[in-house]
Each structure stands twice: as C-alpha cells, then as structure tokens.
C-alpha cells in the first residue's frame, strides 16, 4: 500500500473510532456541545467548511482514481497466452483498486456521517437546554400562581377574621348598651319600689290618724248628746 493510501486508511480507522465516540453513551449531549465549542476547534470551525470541502473533494478524487483503476483491470482480456506471473500482477492490481474503492467510499461515507452526528448532537444538546429553560420557567411560574393563591387565601381569612372581629365588636357594644339600659330599669324599678314603699307607709301613718281623728269625733259627739 502506498503512502497515500496508508493515509487514508489510517484517516478511515480514525473516523471509525470518531463514529464510535460519538454513538456510544460515553458522554452527554453537554459535554460534546463544550467540546465542539472550545477554543481549539472554535479557531477550526472558521475555517471548518473549507477544510471539509476540501477533504470531500480529494476522497472523491481517490475514488474516481480507484473506479478507474478498477475499470481499467476488469476488461482485461484473456484470450492468447498469458504468463502466470502477469495474471497474478493484474489480479493483485485489480485487488488493489477495489480495496482503494473501498477505502476511499467508506471515508467518504463516515465523513458526512460524523459532519451528521455533530450537527444532531447540537441539536440535541440545544433542544435540552431549551426544554430545562422552559420547565424552569413553568416552575417558577407555578410557585408564583401558587403563591399568589396562598396570599389570596389568606387576604380571604384576614377578611373574613376582620369581619368577625366587627361583629363581634358589634355585639359587645350592643351587649353593653342592652347591660346599660337593664342597669337602668333595674335602678328605676328600685326606686318606684322605695317610692311605693313610703306611699305605703304614708298612707297606714294617713289611715292611722285618721282613726284616731274619727274616735275623737265620735267620742266627742257623745259627749254633746249627754
């Protein structure tokens, strides 16, 4: 195998081991997305486009150069002698150019395989820190509504409570009016009371004079008819 072809094999080992990297649950959409992000292949992606291009461009060659090859040694005829030892080189030659072939479509295979895989693990790596942004958000939005219930809730019981305490204070003020008025009746009573007392008593003294004023009339009117 050639140099150059030592190369390529040597950059299709390498994608295979690339591919498995990145199929593999070695590590998390995260950490790819940092990686692909640093500062070493920030500087390559500028110019990242022209490199893959380019690279595309001369595996394409190399596979047009190994279709040729392969075509070139696959009409070969084999009519008339031909020596044992020629045969053997045209097989070997034609061997050669199909495992060119090969080699070459693979790399260029696995080369927009792994271009793919980046782009979806970005994806993917994005699409998770968008839905974590938007649960974090229905989160917050939701101990919000929860907690404007809760202070709605209690502003209700505080109401309620306030309300309770006027009544309240309502009905003692009405208690104590109603205690007032009693206290009242009650004095008014007791005095009517003492003031039918004395009546009483003025009216037995009346009636007591006034029979002692009636034996004297009639003591004295006896008196006269003797």
């Excluded at 958000?137 to 907690?147: C, E, M, Y």
């Excluded at 309502?170 to 009016?177: A, F, I, P």
Aim: aromatic share 8%.
């Amino acid at each position: 195998m050639s140099l150059v072809w030592t190369l390529i094999a040597t950059f299709l080992y390498a994608e295979i081991a690339i591919v498995l990297l990145l199929v593999l649950p070695i590590a998390s959409p995260y950490r790819w997305q940092k990686f692909f992000k640093s500062r070493f292949l920030a500087m390559l992606g500028r110019q990242a486009q022209m490199y893959f291009f380019l690279l595309l461009g001369v595996l394409v060659l190399f596979l047009l150069e190994a279709i040729r090859e392969m075509r070139k040694y696959s009409h070969h005829d084999h009519e008339g002698e031909v020596h044992l030892n020629v045969e053997m080189q045209h097989s070997m030659r034609l061997f050669r150019a199909q495992r060119n072939f090969y080699i070459s479509g693979f790399s260029i295979f696995l080369t927009l395989v792994i271009r793919r895989l980046i782009t979806l693990i970005s994806a993917q790596a994005c699409l998770l820190a968008q839905s974590e942004a938007s649960l974090k958000q229905a989160k917050s939005a939701s101990d919000a509504a929860r907690n404007l219930m809760k202070q709605s809730t209690e502003t209700g019981k505080e109401a309620q409570e306030d309300k309770t305490l006027e009544e309240l204070s309502s009905l003692r003020t009405r208690v104590q009016e109603l205690t007032a008025s009693l206290n009242k009746e009650q004095k008014d009573k007791e005095s009517m009371k003492s003031q039918s007392e004395s009546l009483n008593k003025e009216y037995d003294r009346l009636t007591e004079e006034y029979s002692k004023l009636q034996k004297k009339v009639n003591i004295s009117g006896g008196n006269k008819d003797d």
